[in-house]
């Protein structure tokens, strides 16, 4: 237990090198210079664990241990390893780590699976450069296909096969996975949230993950001089804005258990001073663990665009992602139980707040995850931190229920 801790430390230390932002976090966008430094080291690790490495035409790193069976469909094991800017060192690679450190405990033990183990490393969770998000769980299972997703680009107009080729990616490797190929995906995340912490249980049995979706709107008034156009003419589109943004909390809590609905994002233009906004753009964000509540708040939103279009004021809303409240397989969250039970592990059940790739996976295979404790419950910011032990603990439980995984039929 504690070599493996130790090693942990280790890849977890020096993950969080590769950062755009040394002393402000973890800054590591899809297809940049970290990028390539931490699939090197990723790399090299899954080589020295025995693991044969392939790359996708995404740039998903896949790490395989052969099984006995021949053309038998794998158990993936894995997280991703791109970071929001000025991020933590743990969301993502805490669960690319926990793969790496199941197949070391496979070759220690010698194992010969039936079915084949793959550790893989994930590209473009977060979207911080490209935007949507879970791209490369997206790709593998296609839904994502290659005209979409040659079209994408990042903020100074590269695409994605443009960034790709300058960090030495082949973006004409195949992409899409056949689903007949995965038996089983198992993901570790830092639970990004307090409940763990605050009961002082170091795992959590992810039961569902909430559903998401994310809307881009468009508010377009006109624009004009903030000292001569008297108010009773005006169509200002970040009045307009503010109003509904400031109306979108109590949507959320009207609708209950656990509803949230975020705007995290908001431009306006021109953005001078002395001019009356002519046109803002903002984000939504609703999140659920029912479906029927992320559209009824939908439909709440859309009447309240209604009610502030205008002849002055043209609103649009784009839905930009949508994602389903996802059940996580219920023989693997039994198997993590019965696991953390027989190793005495205290675990408890929780759904996931935010969205993870296991949620893509989900449609496609039997999806398993866990949550280990966050300090504070942050995330996202340089503070995010975990107990290296308890992603030893994730490591273990991962390494019983894989063994099991790749025997069963
Ligand atoms: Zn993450």
């Known amino acids: 237990m504690e070599t493996l801790q130790k090693r942990i430390e280790e890849h977890i230390n020096k993950l969080s090198q590769f950062t755009a932002t040394p002393g402000k976090g973890t800054t590591r966008l899809t297809y940049s210079k970290e990028d390539r430094q931490a699939r090197d080291y990723i790399i090299e690790k899954m080589k020295e664990y025995g693991l044969t490495v392939r790359e996708d035409g995404f740039g998903n790193i896949f790490g395989k241990l052969e099984g006995m069976l021949r053309d038998a469909p ?7 390893f791109d970071s929001v800017p000025n991020g933590g060192s743990y969301d993502g690679p805490a669960g690319v780590v926990a793969g790496l450190e199941v197949a070391a405990l496979f070759a220690e033990n010698q194992i010969k699976p039936k079915f084949p183990l793959e550790v893989i490393a994930l590209i473009e969770e977060e979207g911080a450069r490209f935007g949507g998000g879970l791209m490369g769980s997206r790709g593998i299972t296609g839904l994502l296909g290659e005209e979409d997703f040659k079209k994408l680009k990042d903020k100074d107009g590269i695409t994605t096969e443009e960034a790709m080729v300058k960090i030495g990616l082949d973006p004409s490797l195949p992409k899409k996975r056949d689903p007949k190929t995965i ?3 198992l993901e570790l995340h830092i639970e990004q949230g307090p409940i763990l912490e605050e009961k002082n249980i170091p795992i959590g049995v992810v039961e569902a993950i909430v559903g998401l979706t994310q809307f881009e709107i468009t508010v377009e ?7 001569t156009t008297p108010m009773d003419r005006r169509s200002d589109a970040l009045v307009a804005a503010a109003k509904m943004i400031a109306q979108f909390p109590d949507l959320a809590i009207e609708e209950g258990e656990g509803t949230v609905m975020t705007t995290g994002q908001l431009n306006v233009f021109p953005n001078g001073a002395n001019v009356i906004p002519k046109k803002t753009v903002f984000t939504v964000d609703i999140r659920s663990g029912k479906e029927e509540h992320i559209q009824n708040v939908i439909r709440k939103m859309n009447d309240l665009i209604e009610s502030y279009s205008t002849d002055g004021m043209k609103i649009s809303a784009e839905q930009q992602l949508y994602m389903q409240p996802k059940a996580m397989n219920q023989e693997i969250v039994a198997l993590f139980k019965q696991t953390s039970s027989k190793l005495e592990k205290p675990f408890c059940s929780i759904n996931s707040g935010a ?10 295979t039997n999806v398993g995850m866990l949550f280990i404790p966050s300090k504070d419950g942050l995330s996202h910011c340089p503070e995010e931190w975990s107990d290296s032990k308890h992603i030893a603990n994730a490591v273990q439980i991962f390494f019983e229920t894989a063994k099991k995984l790749t025997e069963a039929e």
Do not use: E, N
Request: hydrophobic letters at 45%.
């Open 74 to 80: 794998s158990v993936l094991i894995g997280s991703h």
């Open 183 to 185: 038996k089983a995906f």
């Open 221 to 227: 008034g006109q624009a004009g001089h903030a000292g």
């Open 355 to 364: 969205g993870h790739d296991a949620m893509v996976f989900s449609d496609f």
